[in-house]
């Protein structure tokens, strides 16, 4: 397998809707243990395929990593059936390096997804799990984190990724 470079804000990819992920193949299969090794070695707790340049409705979440205790799920076409309660939670990105924004999200979502394999399955996501699996949702619909904060706040981090990007085209 093979850790896939992360595309950064402000590339295109990562501003698509995406299409339906196909369940059951040999491609979905070797992109989703890509997916799995990227995001912990990046390290992250969550990764969505337009992260990898890809614009299918696939994304991988390990939130019980963050304690020691890897637990990966990997959810084609995933789609939130409930949720309940709300939550604030500072998140971070990988595809915006170095920022950060609060976050109200459902505390508490019920997913419905397809596995690997094409069956369709549920999972209740609560707390540091549902917050990832709905940041790697948003992804999914071209919706970045960036979009989460101020105005102010946004033309900021875009001042600095020009600046940056300035830097390294000297």
Do not use: W
């Not at 809707?17 to 390290?43: F, G, H, N, Q, S």
């Not at 992260?51 to 799920?73: C, K, Y």
């Not at 394999?117 to 990832?132: C, H, N, P, Q, S």
Request: hydrophobic content about 40%.
């Amino acid at each position: 397998m093979a850790i896939l470079p992360i595309k950064t804000f402000p590339d295109p990819v990562l501003r698509r809707k995406c299409e339906d992920a196909v369940p059951d193949t040999d491609e979905i299969r070797k992109l989703a243990a890509e997916m799995l090794e990227t995001m912990y070695a990046a390290p992250g707790i969550g990764l969505a395929a337009p992260q990898v340049g890809v614009s299918i409705r696939l994304i991988t979440v390990d939130a019980a990593n963050a304690f020691g205790h890897p637990d990966p799920t990997v959810f084609l076409n995933p789609r939130i059936i409930g949720s309940s309660e709300n939550i604030a939670f500072e998140e971070g990105c990988l595809s915006l390096p170095d920022f950060t924004v609060e976050v109200d999200r459902a505390r508490v979502v019920h997913v419905q997804f397809e596995d690997l394999d094409g069956e369709t399955k549920t999972v209740l996501a609560e707390d540091l799990f549902a917050v990832a699996v709905q940041h790697e949702m948003d992804h999914l619909e071209g919706i970045l984190l960036v979009d989460h904060s101020s105005s102010l706040k946004r033309e900021m981090y875009k001042r600095k990724v020009r600046k940056r990007k300035a830097a390294e085209n000297r």
